[in-house]
Structure formats: C-alpha cells, structure tokens
C-alpha cells in the first residue's frame, strides 16, 4: 500500500515520527515535503498529496498542520478527496467506516504524536462498511464537486 505524506512547518516533526511509523509497517511512503521546520504555506503541500491520493498513485494520504483545520479544507477542494480532521482513534474508525475517508489531517498542535500513531494504523486497517447507506451517501459527496 501506498502513502502520501505532507505537512507544514508546523507538523514537520510528527511527520517525521509518522513516515517512520508506516515504513516500519511496510507502507510504501511517498513523502511530499516539507523538508524542514521553516515556515511554508499548507494549501501547496495538502494540494500535491490530494493529487496522489486522487490519480490513484497513492491508496491513501496523511497531512500534518497546526491545527489540522488548515491543511484538511484545501485537501478537500480535489474532487474524489475526503479529507478528516482527527483528534482520536474513534474519530478515525469512523471516518473510514461511514465516510470513506482517503486522507487523514492531524493538528500537530492538538494531538500528541503518539495519538496520531494510534489514530492512523486504525485509519489504515479501518474498512469502508458495506452497507449501501454509506455508499449512497459518499456518492452524494463526491457528486458536489
């Protein structure tokens, strides 16, 4: 499986822990930046993991602000993105299992980087419930765009 991975100044360093963490767990990881704690600007950086996860070059994304606010609302400006904001693991299973969520945000601000460990390996092995409810609902959204 493939991951794309991208944060602001503000998540560089649980961007770091994270990549560490997939790799560790056989995730192929395609790291589009930020290479550094010097300040930036997150719509460039949710934009190019958006287009990955969109064309199908990666399964899935996670993308790392302050707040998680920030980077998540331009993410989901790319049509077929369903980008969440997470602050704990339930709120993870659920954005997979009703919602079909294809990108994590985290605010690296808000939760503990051990938080977001926890909260992506559910992410990543959370499936899409298959009741058709959930799929009629998702079509709905990826139809607003």
């Known amino acids: ?15 770091l822990v994270l990549i560490k963490t997939l790799e560790q767990n056989n995730y192929v990881v395609k790291d589009f930046g ?6 930036v600007d997150y719509p460039d950086f949710a934009k190019l993991v958006a287009e990955s996860v969109h ?11 302050g707040s998680g606010m ?3 609302i331009p993410a989901n400006k790319v049509k077929g993105i369903r980008a969440v904001n997470v602050l ?4 993870a299973e659920m954005s997979r299992r009703h919602n ?12 503990e980087i ?12 959370t ?8 799929h009629r609902r998702v079509d709905k959204v990826n139809n607003l765009l």
Do not use: W
């Not at 493939?2 to 360093?13: E, K, N, P, T």
């Not at 930020?34 to 300040?39: A, D, F, V």
């Open 55 to 65: 064309s199908k070059e990666s399964d899935y994304g996670v993308l790392i602000c």
């Open 34 to 39: 930020t290479n550094s704690e010097q300040s």
């Open 88 to 91: 704990n693991e339930k709120m």
């Open 100 to 111: 079909n969520a294809n990108i994590i945000c985290f605010g690296a601000d808000f939760v």
């Open 70 to 72: 920030g980077i998540c």
């Open 127 to 134: 499936p899409f419930d298959p009741d058709e409810r959930h």
């Open 114 to 125: 051990q938080n977001a460990v926890k909260c992506l390996n559910v992410f990543l092995s």
């Open 1 to 15: 499986m493939i991951i794309s991975i991208a944060s602001d100044h503000r998540g560089y360093q649980m961007k």
